[in-house]
């Protein structure tokens, strides 16, 4: 089975524990306003086999230790689950483990089910809490992303939950109260957000293709870490009501 890919990224120290060997797929369901790789959309000229993957994967496994591995990313690698499933048999025999880095956009197939399954652990964008706003601003099915979290809480997999903070769009205490309240009966392990940036605006631009926050700022890093710190205290607040 081939896949299409958008790059490859050695020994990041990004989207999953220990170092990572990363694999950007391209293809995405979604169409994010704040999205900072609108290129990963697109068909690139790199289409692969799972075994090639395997074998430019494998010559980094002396470095994954403490928690290491491959990352799929994107794009969405979950349009890919049945190039990953068949990937994941190869590194299981090698004892190399993946991360997903995933929006959950997808439908929940046998396929996808399965992809998850052979997670170490799951890296999920919690992208709006509501279906308008979800759909108003990333095109895709918020009950996708819902049976996907709630799958892999289900399932007690290792999940990490993340939200780009848009100024203007998701940047308010209510915000963050109305997020920590989505996901208050999902097992997960951590909630980090993420401040809007403007690092991958020229990608719009020399995709010719309109940026529909051009006109936006990034978010500071004081914001960032007040809302972090509310996000926490709301969290915790839900789960003290609980017990
Ligand atoms: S899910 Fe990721 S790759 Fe796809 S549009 Fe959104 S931010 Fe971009």
Known sequence: MLANIHSFESLAALDGEGLRYAVFFTGCPL??????NPDSWFKSS????AEEVFHKARRFK???KR???LTFSGGEPLLHASFINELAEMLQEEGIGYCLDTSGGVLLTNEVKEAINGADMVVLDVK?????????????EFDNFIAAGRYCSEKEKRLWLRTVVVPGINDSEADMERYAALVNDWRYEQYELLG?????FFKYE?????????????????RLEELQRYLDKERQALRRLES
Do not use: W
Not at 31 to 36: F, G, M, V
Not at 196 to 200: A, D, E, P, R, V
Not at 207 to 219: E, F, G, M, S, T
């Open 67 to 69: 928690g290491g591995g």
């Open 31 to 36: 169409r994010c306003a704040y999205c900072h």
């Open 128 to 140: 709006f809490y509501e279906p308008d706003s979800y759909k108003k601003y990333t095109g895709g």
């Open 46 to 49: 790199t289409d692969m086999t």
């Open 62 to 64: 002396p470095y994954f």
């Open 196 to 200: 809007f940036h403007t690092m991958g």
């Open 206 to 222: 020399n995709l010719q293709i309109a940026n529909p926050l051009v006109d936006v700022p990034a978010l500071s890093g004081e």
